[in-house]
């Protein structure tokens, strides 16, 4: 015989179930009215053993019958532990085989009883680091006001008049002649008859005038001549 826990772990809980696998087979010879007595050593707040895999059970026996040389059956009991059973007790089972002629033989295996544990709780998600919050930007200086009386936005522009060059540029060849010439200026209203900003009125100026010309020659040579004095037909 053979006898062992059908749990790997071999420990059960306070209000579960403990379940042994057993084991039974003959060696020399044929078994006959072979049977399984199955019990437990006192344990408190631990049931009685039953049969739950057995070919005719009764509680805690099994009758297995005629059991041939050299092969085995596998058997099942159960074990209920009440809520209230203490923690570290171990609940062993001893199952007993008998046969006609043959010899009795004893097997047993146990489970721990465990307590009962929460489960742990997690642990708390550390902190996202924040960004560095963005500096705010320096204000945008406004441009000046205009005076009250100004009209005229030449004074916003710095005035700009050519100058002599008195000095060669620094690093590198100089190019053309060794002596700088100085630079005549020249004014716009020289080179220009019209002024550039008043070019526009002056031109619709001059298409009126020359249309009102236009208009009066035409006057002229349309009009009819006057017949002149003793000059007519007679009997006028």
Known sequence: MSVQPFSSKARVHPGGTATYVIWVWSTRADAKAVTVDAAIRHVKRVGAPRFTVCPNSSGATCVLGDLPRGRADELQARVKVHKAAHPGRRVRLTATANAKGATTVRAAGSVKIVSTRAPASP?????????????ALPPVPLAPAASAGATSPAGLFPTVSPQPSTSPPSGGAVLGRKHSRAIKATSAADTLPLNPRLIGGQLAGLVVLAVAITIA????????????DGNGPPGD
């Open 123 to 135: 642990a708390p998600a550390s902190p996202t680091p924040s960004a560095p919050p963005v500096p």
């Open 217 to 228: 020659i035409a006057r002229l040579s349309l009009r009819p001549q006057r017949p002149q």
